[in-house]
């Protein structure tokens, strides 16, 4: 039997048949599963897309698309969806390829809260909708041929040299001020010194008159001669003295003898007397010459420490004269502006004293001082009693004339210069009074500014309250806090409000506005190319101060065909200037925004009013007083302008440009924009202002979502084959898990 070949050919076309019936078998089943994976994806992909497609149409109007459905409507929507395109056969045909739904997870990955898919969805809807071009040409109106931003230059350059000027002005006079008051105590003491030396020259006269032409050494030796007499005499008129005592002694009654005796003690003594009375003036006369010795040399040093005093007093009066002609110097180097700005500043010249002014005022001091150095050289080489400048009366003569002579000057200096002084202080409290009347006059002009420098409609506190202050009481964050923090972002501090009250604070404010301006123009069309997009954004999806008020060509209301519905915002006609500036109320936003559209329109016409030939004739060369009549006047002018702009018309950008170059309130509102806004902290307003209007939170606002299916794959052969291609098997289905992610 075992030699039998009976069945031989069945078997081995069973083992032939069976491989290929298993390898065609598993075949089969991974095609119908690949093919139920092809499907199961598709599926997966159009219900996602079907999810997306019911976005919020609320959002839609502001350019932005997120489901517009809950979490639960979305996946019951995915599921829905899904199954119908899984369930291809329908109506009972057969289908070779059947998957079956199992279960599906849906999740969105970013929402709108997200800055960067914010972002992204902002720049898709306004890079079709505003050119950058559009934004561009705003910055166009004040550069090229319109040469506004020429003229912006020249008044802030202008404007800081005015300040550099004024201080070197009052340095200078406050140098000339102590030239002044040095000058005016040499003049004193010119005086003083006159009549003093004009005393010690009398008593040096009289004294000389009195000694006359002997010398010391005469009248010693006569002195001498003239006690030795009276020591001779004395010791006679003691003989004679002894002999009448001894006589009267011996009791001689000679009384003739006696008488003669007596007589001639008399005669004695009168001629002693007159010898004493001699030797008396001629001591006398010693006492006068040791006198006018004495008052002679220290007259000498005297002047001669008061020549010292005098030179000194003349070198600090050069000191000062020389710091205010260096100072002086400065304010010319200083008087320059861009040549194409149209400022003059030839009239300013008159800020600067001439330097004759310099010339005269050393001439009168310095000669002043060399005058009394030629008196106290006089005076030193004036003998006491021999040689050729021997103090007599003809000495006497040439010593008053040169005393006279620096007293004259001086007196004659003082009268010359003080003229010139009391012109300078006039025209210098000429310019206080004129600065005083221009502040004043700017000061009344804003005072009159401020009444429209807002316009806010109904009450907006509470909206501002949720915005930026939240609910301590609750624990709810405000929701510009809350935006921030979900991206992670500080919130930027808001801008401080421009409050230009006065004169100074309007010039610094305005110039430092005009720098800025000029360097955010310059780098607009190269740099900030997304910041434009998001600009005009601003002010395409949000309201302004003069929302509606804007006339068309047609001379009617320009209409706004935008979705975003902006009439019925929570905050009225302030939002674009709420996204500039961040701040905490209506007023302080609008007055931000109208502040500095005013500084703008300030800088303008107070170049305008530099440009003017009036002002060469009203600012007396000051160039100070120059700005703050322009400032003045331009002021009057900007109100004018302001009046216009806030009531929503085009307002020419200069007298200067051609008629056509015109600017309205958004158009200064995209200067702004592109000058103060960070990117963050503008979209996180924007991001709180649709909430605000919408109470869509866009932070459950999906724009990204993910999902992972599962399906399963019925088989009709060998369901272990399968595993061999990877695929799970439970019983006799495959599982087929897909994943999808989709956006906006």
Not at 400 to 428: H, I, L, M, P
Request: hydrophobic share 40%.
């Amino acid at each position: 039997m075992w030699k039998s070949r009976a069945g031989s050919v069945s078997i081995s076309l069973i083992l032939l048949i069976a491989p290929l019936f298993t390898f065609h078998a598993a075949l089969i089943d991974a095609a119908r599963v690949q093919m139920g994976e092809r499907q199961a994806e598709t599926a997966t992909k159009t219900a996602l897309r079907s999810v997306l497609s019911a976005y919020d149409p609320t959002l839609r109007g502001y350019g932005l698309f997120a489901v517009g459905l809950n979490p639960a409507a979305s996946s019951d929507l995915f599921e829905q969806v899904l199954t119908e395109n899984l369930n291809t056969g329908g109506n009972g045909s057969f289908s070779v390829v059947q998957p079956s739904f199992v279960s599906a997870k849906l999740q969105p990955l970013y929402t709108l809260g997200n800055q960067s898919v914010f972002g992204r969805q902002v720049l898709e809807e306004m890079k079709y909708r505003a050119p950058v071009e559009f934004a561009l040409g705003v910055t166009d109106k004040l550069t090229g041929k319109s040469g506004a931003a020429s003229m912006l230059g020249g008044v802030s350059q202008f404007a800081k040299q005015a300040g550099n000027i004024e201080t070197l002005i009052e340095q200078r006079d406050d140098e000339l001020d102590a030239a002044w008051s040095a000058s005016r105590e040499a003049v004193a003491k010119a005086s003083t010194y006159e009549a003093y030396y004009a005393k010690k020259l009398e008593r040096l006269d009289e004294l000389c008159r009195l000694i006359g032409l002997r010398t010391a050494e005469d009248l010693n030796r006569d002195i001498r001669a003239l006690k030795a007499q009276a020591d001779s005499l004395q010791q006679a008129i003691r003989e004679r003295q002894a002999g009448l005592a001894g006589l009267l002694q011996a009791g001689v009654q000679a009384v003739e003898q006696l008488i003669a005796i007596q007589q001639a003690i008399g005669e004695l003594e009168r001629k002693l007397g007159d010898i004493q009375k001699q030797i008396g003036d001629l001591e006398l006369i010693l006492r006068y010459i040791a006198e006018y010795t004495l008052l002679m040399n220290t007259t000498k040093l005297e002047a001669e420490r008061d020549r010292i005093a005098m030179s000194d007093r003349v070198s600090r009066i050069f000191e000062k004269l020389d710091r205010a002609k260096s100072l002086d110097d400065q304010i010319r180097a200083e008087l320059t502006v861009p040549a194409d700005s149209g400022i003059a500043v030839d009239a300013l010249a008159a800020a600067t004293m001439p330097d004759s002014y310099y010339v005269k005022y050393k001439t009168g001091a310095g000669g002043l001082g060399a005058l009394f150095s030629g008196f106290e050289t006089a005076l030193s080489v004036t003998a006491l009693f021999v040689g050729e400048n021997k103090f007599d009366s003809a000495r006497k003569q040439d010593l008053d004339a040169s005393n006279e002579a620096y007293g004259q000057k001086a007196q004659q200096f003082a009268a010359e210069q003080g003229a010139e002084e009391n012109k300078r202080t006039a025209a210098k409290d000429s310019v206080s009074k004129r600065k005083k009347e221009e502040k004043l006059r700017y000061a009344q002009i804003w005072d009159e500014l401020r009444k429209i420098w807002a316009d806010c409609g109904s009450d907006s506190t509470a909206a501002y309250a949720r915005l930026e202050v939240g609910d301590p009481a609750s624990g709810e964050v405000s929701l510009n806090r809350k935006y921030a923090d979900y991206n992670r972002i500080e919130s930027a501090q808001a801008a401080a409000n421009a409050e230009m009250g006065d004169s100074d604070t309007a010039i610094q404010k305005t110039t430092g506005l005009i720098d800025k301006l000029l360097g955010g123009i310059g780098s607009a069309a190269g740099q900030f190319r997304d910041e434009l997009y998001y600009n005009e954004y601003a002010l395409t999806k949000f309201n302004y101060r003069t929302y509606g008020k804007e006339i068309g060509p047609d001379g009617y209301p320009k209409p706004d065909y935008e979705s975003s519905q902006r009439e019925s915002h929570e905050l009225e006609t302030q939002e674009a200037e709420y996204l500039i500036y961040g701040l905490n109320s209506c007023l302080k936003n609008q007055s931000a925004a109208y502040a500095e559209m005013f500084a703008i329109r300030l800088a303008v016409r107070t170049a305008e009013a530099l440009m003017a030939p009036e002002s060469k004739v009203v600012t007396m060369g000051n160039p100070l007083l120059t700005l703050l009549w322009a400032l003045a006047e331009g002021a009057g002018r900007a109100y004018v302008d302001m009046t216009k702009l806030v009531s929503g018309e085009e307002v020419q950008v200069s007298d200067k440009t051609p008629a056509a170059l015109t600017m309205n309130y958004k158009d200064y509102l995209r200067l702004f924009l592109m000058l103060h806004t960070k990117r963050e902290p503008m979209m996180t307003r924007m991001q709180s202002l649709i909430e605000l209007n919408t109470n869509q939170d866009l932070r459950q606002s999906a724009a990204y979502m993910q999902v992972r299916t599962e399906t399963r794959v019925g088989l009709w052969f060998m369901p272990f084959t399968l595993s061999a291609f990877g695929y799970p098997v439970q019983g006799n289905q495959a599982q087929v898990t897909k994943s999808a992610m989709l956006s906006y």
